[in-house]
C-alpha cells in the first residue's frame, strides 16, 4: 500500500476558497424592471417560501432552479423577486438572495424599508405613543398647580433624616 502522500484531511479541505464565501465582497445586486425586494417570512416546502413585499402584500416564492443546494434562503432573508409575466397572481421567482452586509447597505440607501411588515402590523407607529389634546385655559391651570419643583422634592426626601443608612 502507498503511503498518505496528500496536503491533508478534514481541517485542510475546510479552509479550501471555494466553501469560504463569507469574506468574498460581491457587486450589489438592485431590481430591475418587473423585481422587487421581499422578505422571506415561512419555509412552505419543496422550494417554496411565504414572502413578505415592502408594500405588504404577502406572496409565495419558488427558489429558482440555479440556486437550488448552492444557496440556502432561511425565514428572515431579503431576497429580489421576479414576478412572473405568464400568471400574475401565481408564484413569484426568487433571483438572488442578499447577505447581511447588502442588506444594511439597501436600508442605508432607502432603497428597501427597515422592516417588510404590513401597516396594520406595524400600526400607526408615528402616533401611537402620543395623545393630542385640544387644552383650554382652565386646563392650563390645573396642571401648573399639580407641577412639583424639583428642588422641593429632594429637600422633601423621608429618608434624610435617618443616620442608620
Avoid: C
Wanted: hydrophobic share 35%; aromatic share 6%; no cysteine.
Amino acid at each position: 500500500m502507498p503511503k498518505n502522500m496528500g496536503k491533508g484531511g478534514k481541517s485542510f479541505k475546510a479552509g479550501n476558497a471555494k466553501g469560504n464565501q463569507f469574506n468574498e465582497k460581491r457587486a450589489l445586486v438592485y431590481a430591475e424592471e418587473g423585481e422587487e425586494y421581499a422578505q422571506a417570512k415561512k419555509a412552505l416546502g419543496n422550494l417554496n417560501l411565504q414572502l413578505q413585499l415592502a408594500s405588504g402584500a404577502t406572496v409565495i416564492g419558488r427558489v429558482r432552479g440555479a440556486m437550488v443546494r448552492k444557496v440556502w434562503v432561511t425565514p428572515g432573508d431579503v431576497v429580489l423577486i421576479q414576478k412572473r409575466d405568464f400568471n400574475e397572481n401565481d408564484i413569484v421567482d426568487i433571483i438572488h438572495r442578499y447577505n447581511a452586509a447588502e442588506v444594511r447597505t439597501l436600508v442605508k440607501e432607502n432603497v428597501i424599508p427597515r422592516d417588510f411588515r404590513s401597516t396594520e402590523e406595524r400600526g400607526d407607529a408615528t402616533h401611537g405613543d402620543y395623545e393630542f389634546v385640544n387644552e383650554d385655559d382652565n386646563g392650563n391651570e390645573e396642571k401648573e398647580a399639580n407641577v412639583l419643583d424639583r428642588n422641593q422634592v429632594v429637600m422633601d426626601d423621608p429618608l434624610a433624616g435617618l443616620d442608620d443608612l
